[in-house]
C-alpha cells in the first residue's frame, strides 16, 4: 500500500456512516488512523493534498454581473429612463453620452473598489486564525486552515473551534478526573447557554471555548464540518449598509426634486406655451429638455464617489495598522465620542514582570518558596503570560520539567478566577497541588484564611496603590480533596505604554472621553489612571449594581445612567457589566468603541458601535470585533479616529455638493424654461456631469482636516444648505442669463457683441440690419433662400425677412448665451467642492493636489467647448441652409458657425436647444463665477452658525476663518459640554456583511463571514459523517 492510501481515512467499510459523537475514542483514533502524538509532518501533507484545506470555498461573483450591478440602482434607473427617451427621440448623440455616462461610473467604481478589495483582503491574511496542533510529537502553533482529519489539538479558554473535533480523555477517564470544556455553540446551534463538554463529546467548527482546556482529535475539516454542511443549506444574508441608506435618502430627495420639476415643465410646456411633440430628433423640445432636468438633476456619480471613499480610506486604515471587517465601521468610528478601554494590553505595556524583592511569603515559606511554586503552577504549553512570567521568574526553571511530571491542570476561567496544577515529584513520587490565582478567592480558599486575610488584604492594598496585581500561590500535598496552605503573594507589575498618556490627551481634545474598564481592583485601576493622566472617578461593579437596583444615590448620582456617563471607569468588572455599560451609554445617546482582546470582552466588542479588538486578540475578540487592530497600544485608534473623520469629511463634501447641484440645476434650467420658453441642450448637461461629477472621483483622495467633534450624518443639514447653495447659484446664473439675454450690459459696458434675445432688441437690429443685405422688411423668404418642395408646400415661402431675421437672431444668440451659462455653470458649481469641503475660508484652504487637477481639467475643458461651441448642434429639423441674418450683433458671422443652418420662422425647430461657441464670452463666464463665488463662504458660515454645525457658536470667529481646532476642554463637565454641541442627527447604524477576516468572523474557517443557526434536523445530525476512501463527508 503507497504511503498516500495509509493516511486515507479507510479502516472501515466503503461508504460507512460513522457518528464520531457515539463511538468510542479509540475507534474514532483508528478510524482516522492517528494516535495521542498526533501526525508526523508527511501524513499531514499527503491529508492536506487529499481533503484540501480547512476553509469554505471563497464567494466567488460573476464579474460581469457585479459590474451590472453598479448599474442596479434608483439613481441609475433614471438615467436609463433619460436614455430610452433619448432614443425614442432619434437623439442618437445624448443616448450614447447618457450610456457612456453609465458605464464610465461603474467602471470607476468597479476597478477601484475591486482594488482596494483585494489589497484588504493581502493585509487580513495575516490575521488568520492559528490552532495548537501537534505534529512529530511536538506542539507547533500553525493557520487553521492547514489542519487535517486526524491532527491532534489543544483548544482552551478564548479558542475558536477550528474544526469538527472529538474530546480526548483526561486522567482515568472517570468524570470525577475530568475538567470539561464549556462549548458555547449559540452561533451554530441557536443555544443560549455554553455547553459541557466531556471526553467523548464533539466541538464543532465555529464554537467559542468558555472554559477549560482539552486535546482533541480532528476528525472533519471544511465544507465536511457541520458548519460547512449548515453554511452551505443556508446561504448568507446581505445587510444593507448605512451608507447606502444614506445614499437611498439622498437620492430620493433628488429624485422628488427632479419629480417635480418635471411635472412642471410638462404642465408649462403645453399647456400655457402649447408646445407640440413629434417623434424624431428636434421635433419635441419639452421632452428634450426633460433630459436636462433628468440627467442634471441626478446624482449618477454619488454611489461610485462615497463607495470609492469609503474602499480607499479602509486601505488607508488597514495600511496604518486598523484592518476594517465591518465597512460602515467607518462612519461609526468617525461618530465616536466615548470609548471605554481595557486597561490590560491595550493603556499597558501587557509585559508583566515580577517584582522579586516584595513577594510577600506567608508561613514558614520563603521567598525562593513563593517563585518556585508559582512556577510550578504556570502550564508553560499555553504560552499564557501569567504562566510564562512566573515560570520565568524562577531560577532554577530549567529543572521544573527535569524534577516534576504535570498530570492534569485546571484553567483559569472568569467565574472561579484560579488555576490549579497537579504534579508528581520525580525523584520522591510525592503528588501535590499548587493553586494560583486572583489573591482574594485564594486566601479565601486557605484552611486558615480568618487568620491570614486581615494582613493579606492590607499587603494586597499596598501593591495596588503602587500599581501591582498580586497573585496568590497556595500549596496541598498529596491527592483527593485539597486542604490548601498559603505559600505567598506575587506582586505583578504591568507598566502603562509610554505614548498612552499623549494618546489620552488627543482623544479629549477629540471629543472622546475615554472611559477605563477593568477586571482589576480599584485601587489598580486608580493607579495606573493616575499615571497616564487620566480622571480618578472609578467605581467598581458593586457600585455600578447598587445604582442599578436602584437604591437612591450612589456616590452623589442619582441614577445609573448618571453615574455610569459621569464615571472615568469601572474596576473588578466581569464580561456581562462590560456589556452592561456599553449598552447603558448607548441609551443615553452616545457612539460607543469598545476595546478588547480576550474572549470575556467578545460580547462587548459585538454589543458596542465599534469593537475594537487590539493586536493579538483571541480569535474570539477579533470575530466579534468590527475593527481589527494589527499594532498594539492605543495610539493605532487615534489614528483611526482621525482617518475615519477624513472619509466621512470627503463623503460628506460630495454629500453637500450633489444636494446643491441637484437643486441649482432643477431651479436654474426649470425656471429658465417656465419663465422664458427657454431650452438647454443634453448634451451640455451630459458633459457636465462627465466633467464635474467625474472629477468627484479626486475627493476621495482630498486632503481634509478632520472634524474636531464626533461626526454624524445630518441629512436635514444637508438638505437645508444644499437648498441655500443650489438657490444662490441659481441666482448667480439667472442674473448672468439676464444681464447677457434681457440687457445690454455686456454690449454697453464692456463693448462686446450683442447676446440680447428681447423682441424689440431683435427687431430693431433687424430693422436697419435688412435693408444693408439688400432685402426690404416683407420680402419673402422665397425670394432670399431656395426653399425645399416641403417647405413652399408647408407655406414657410411667405414668411417676411424680418420674421426670418428675428428667428436668426434669437437662434444664434440663444446658441453662443447656452454656451456661455453652461460654462458658468460648471464653473460655479464645480467650484463649491472646495467651499463645503472645508469650514474655513476657502481661498485660502488648501485643497489635495488631485481634487485641483480634477477642477482645472474639467473647467478646462469646459471653457473649450464653451469656446468653440458643437458648430450648431443639436441641428435644427428641416431648416434653411447658408442662413443670410445669423451674424454676429457687431457685424461677420461667427467663426464657429460653420455650418450656417437655422430653424424657419414659425416652425418647433426655432426651440431647437443648439450650441453655438460664445468666443470672449467666456473670460465673462469665469469672471462672472469668481465674483459670485466669494459669497458662498459667508452663507456656508451663516448656515452653520444657525444650525451650530461642529460646535461653530462656541469657537472665535479666528478658529472658524483659519479652521483651527478650539481650545481642547479640560475636564468632565467639559468634554460633556463638547459633546452636548454635537448634532445628534444619528440616521440609524445598519451593518454590511463582515469581511471574512479569513475566518475569524465565524471562528476557525477561514474565507466564511457569516454567524448562522442551523436548522433541527441539521443539528441532530450534526456528528454523523460519511466515512469513505476520499475522506469524510457529511451525511445527507
Known amino acids: 500500500m503507497s504511503a498516500k492510501d495509509e493516511n486515507q481515512v479507510v479502516n472501515v467499510d466503503e461508504e460507512d456512516v460513522v457518528d464520531f459523537k457515539e463511538i468510542p475514542q479509540e475507534r474514532a483514533l483508528e478510524i482516522l488512523r492517528a494516535s495521542h502524538e498526533g501526525l508526523t509532518s508527511a501524513e499531514a501533507e499527503e491529508r492536506l493534498f487529499a481533503y484540501g484545506p480547512n476553509k469554505l470555498p471563497e464567494s466567488s461573483r460573476n464579474p460581469l454581473l457585479v459590474y451590472l450591478g453598479y448599474m442596479w440602482n434608483p439613481l441609475a434607473w433614471a438615467m436609463e429612463a433619460a436614455a430610452i427617451i433619448a432614443i425614442a427621440l432619434l437623439d442618437y448623440v445624448d443616448f450614447v453620452l447618457i450610456v457612456a455616462l453609465l458605464f464610465v461610473n461603474a467602471t470607476i467604481s468597479f476597478v477601484e473598489e475591486s482594488n482596494a478589495d483585494r489589497a484588504i483582503k493581502a493585509l487580513t491574511s495575516a490575521l488568520a486564525p492559528k490552532a495548537k496542533v501537534l505534529r512529530d510529537g511536538e506542539p507547533v502553533s500553525i493557520e487553521a486552515q492547514y489542519l487535517v482529519p486526524g491532527d491532534i489539538v489543544v483548544i482552551r479558554l478564548g479558542d475558536i473551534v477550528p474544526a469538527d473535533v472529538k474530546v480526548l480523555n483526561e486522567g482515568d477517564g472517570t468524570p470525577e478526573s475530568e475538567t470539561p470544556l464549556q462549548c458555547d455553540q449559540a452561533a451554530l446551534t441557536g443555544e443560549s447557554l455554553p455547553v459541557k463538554k466531556f471526553s467523548g463529546d464533539v466541538c464543532f467548527s465555529g464554537s467559542t471555548i468558555k472554559q477549560g482546556e482539552r486535546h482533541c482529535v480532528v476528525y472533519a475539516t471544511g465544507m465536511d464540518t457541520f458548519f460547512g454542511r449548515a453554511a452551505a443549506l443556508l446561504g448568507e444574508t446581505d445587510n444593507v449598509a448605512n451608507i447606502q441608506k444614506i445614499m437611498t435618502k439622498i437620492g430620493a430627495m433628488c429624485l422628488l426634486t427632479i419629480g417635480v420639476w418635471v411635472v412642471i415643465e410638462l404642465g408649462v410646456g403645453f399647456g400655457v406655451y402649447n408646445h407640440s411633440c413629434y417623434g424624431g430628433d428636434g421635433y419635441c423640445p419639452i421632452l428634450t429638455n426633460i433630459l436636462v432636468i433628468i440627467v442634471g438633476g441626478i446624482p449618477i456619480a454619488m454611489p461610485t464617489v462615497l463607495s470609492v471613499t469609503l474602499a480607499l480610506g479602509a486601505f488607508k486604515l488597514a495600511k496604518d495598522g486598523a484592518i476594517v471587517s465591518r465597512m460602515s465601521a467607518v462612519e461609526e468610528m468617525a461618530g465616536m465620542d466615548i470609548l471605554c478601554s481595557d486597561k490590560t494590553g491595550t493603556l499597558t505595556l501587557n509585559k508583566l514582570t515580577v517584582d522579586v524583592a516584595t513577594c510577600d511569603p506567608a508561613g514558614k515559606f520563603t521567598i525562593e518558596d513563593v517563585l518556585k511554586y508559582g512556577a510550578l503552577s504556570a502550564n508553560t504549553v499555553t504560552e499564557e503570560p501569567i504562566d510564562m512570567v512566573l515560570f520565568e521568574s524562577y531560577s532554577d526553571s530549567h529543572l521544573i520539567k527535569e524534577n516534576y511530571t504535570l498530570k492534569k491542570f485546571i484553567p483559569f476561567n472568569p467565574v472561579d478566577k484560579y488555576t490549579v496544577a497537579h504534579l508528581v515529584e520525580n525523584s520522591t513520587g510525592k503528588y501535590i497541588q499548587v493553586m494560583k490565582g486572583a489573591p482574594q478567592v485564594v486566601v479565601r480558599a486557605c484552611k486558615n484564611a480568618k487568620e491570614i486575610e486581615e494582613d493579606c488584604t492590607k499587603k494586597i492594598n499596598e501593591y495596588a496603590g503602587r500599581g501591582y496585581r498580586a497573585l496568590g ?564
Not at 456589556?579 to 468603541?593: A, E, F, N, R, Y
Not at 414657410?796 to 444668440?813: D, I, P, W
Not at 461651441?869 to 435644427?876: E, S
Not at 442627527?985 to 463582515?994: D, I, L, Q, W, Y
Request: aromatic content about 12%; overall charge neutral; charged content about 15%.
Open 473 to 1036: 500561590v497556595a500549596l496541598h500535598e498529596g491527592e483527593g480533596t485539597p486542604s490548601w496552605n498559603l505559600v505567598g503573594l506575587v506582586p505583578l507589575f504591568d507598566p502603562p505604554r509610554h505614548d498612552t498618556a499623549n494618546t489620552i490627551e488627543k482623544c479629549i481634545d477629540m471629543g472622546i472621553s475615554v472611559k477605563m474598564i477593568t477586571g482589576d481592583q480599584l485601587l489598580i485601576g486608580k493607579e495606573t489612571a493616575k499615571q497616564l493622566g487620566m480622571g480618578t472617578n472609578m467605581f467598581t461593579t458593586e457600585a455600578l449594581l447598587k445604582a442599578k437596583q436602584g437604591f437612591g444615590l450612589v456616590d452623589g448620582h442619582i441614577s445609573v445612567e448618571d453615574l455610569v456617563e459621569q464615571a472615568d471607569g469601572f474596576a473588578e468588572v466581569f464580561p456581562e457589566h462590560k456589556h452592561m455599560i456599553v449598552k447603558i451609554l448607548q441609551d443615553k445617546g452616545h457612539m460607543i468603541g469598545m476595546t478588547g482582546d480576550g474572549v470575556n470582552d467578545a460580547p462587548a466588542l459585538k454589543k458596542a458601535n465599534v469593537g475594537i479588538a487590539v493586536a493579538d486578540a483571541t480569535d474570539a475578540a477579533r470575530g466579534a470585533a468590527d475593527i481589527v487592530l494589527t499594532e498594539p497600544g492605543l495610539y493605532t485608534i487615534v489614528g483611526a479616529v482621525i482617518g475615519a473623520r477624513k472619509i466621512f469629511q470627503r463623503m460628506t463634501t460630495y454629500a453637500r455638493y450633489t444636494v446643491a447641484m441637484t437643486f441649482r440645476v432643477c431651479f436654474t434650467f426649470g425656471l429658465l424654461t417656465v419663465i422664458y420658453d427657454w431650452f438647454f441642450p443634453t448634451i451640455l448637461i451630459v458633459l457636465l456631469a462627465v466633467f464635474n461629477d467625474g472629477a468627484m472621483i479626486a475627493l476621495s483622495k482630498d486632503k481634509v482636516v478632520p472634524s474636531h467633534v464626533p461626526n454624524r450624518w445630518n441629512l436635514n443639514s444637508i438638505f437645508m444648505t444644499g437648498i441655500v447653495y443650489g438657490l444662490y447659484l441659481t441666482l448667480s446664473s439667472w442674473v448672468f442669463f439676464y444681464l447677457m439675454t434681457h440687457m445690454t450690459f455686456f454690449e454697453d459696458k464692456l463693448g462686446m457683441f450683442s447676446l440680447d434675445e428681447r423682441q424689440a432688441s431683435l427687431e430693431s437690429w433687424c430693422t436697419n440690419f435688412i435693408p444693408e443685405r439688400g432685402y426690404t422688411l416683407g420680402t419673402p423668404i422665397s425670394d432670399i433662400y431656395t426653399l425645399t418642395q416641403p417647405q413652399l408646400d408647408a407655406g414657410y415661402g411667405s414668411v417676411t425677412a424680418l420674421n426670418q431675421c428675428m428667428t436668426e437672431q434669437k437662434y444664434v444668440r440663444g446658441s453662443m448665451s447656452r454656451a456661455a451659462l453652461y460654462l458658468q455653470v460648471s464653473i460655479s458649481g464645480q467650484a463649491l467642492v472646495f467651499v463645503v469641503r472645508t469650514m474655513a475660508f476657502s481661498w485660502i484652504s488648501i485643497a489635495g493636489m488631485w481634487t485641483y487637477i480634477a477642477f482645472l481639467g474639467a473647467q478646462f475643458c469646459a471653457t473649450l467647448i464653451a469656446v468653440f461651441g458643437f458648430n450648431g448642434y443639436t441641428f435644427p429639423p428641416n431648416p434653411i441652409d447658408d442662413c443670410e441674418f445669423c451674424t454676429l450683433s457687431s457685424g461677420g458671422f461667427n467663426p464657429f458657425f460653420a455650418k450656417r443652418e437655422v430653424p424657419i420662422y414659425g416652425t418647433e425647430a426655432v426651440y431647437t436647444a443648439s450650441v453655438i461657441g460664445c468666443t470672449y464670452y467666456v473670460v465673462a463666464a469665469w469672471i462672472w463665477a469668481a465674483i459670485w463665488s466669494f459669497g458662498l463662504d459667508p452663507i456656508k458660515w451663516m448656515m452653520h452658525y444657525i444650525l451650530n454645525e461642529e460646535g461653530i457658536r462656541q469657537q472665535s470667529f479666528y478658529e472658524t476663518f483659519f479652521n483651527k481646532p478650539p481650545q481642547a476642554p479640560q475636564g468632565l463637565n467639559a468634554r460633556v459640554s463638547l459633546r452636548s454641541s454635537m448634532s445628534r442627527m444619528s440616521m440609524g447604524r445598519a451593518s454590511v456583511g463582515r469581511v471574512s477576516m479569513a475566518g475569524a468572523q465565524c471562528g476557525g474557517i477561514p474565507g466564511h463571514g457569516a454567524a448562522l443557526n442551523a436548522p433541527r434536523s441539521l443539528v441532530a445530525r450534526a456528528s454523523i459523517v460519511r466515512v469513505s476512501a476520499t475522506g469524510p463527508v457529511h451525511g445527507k
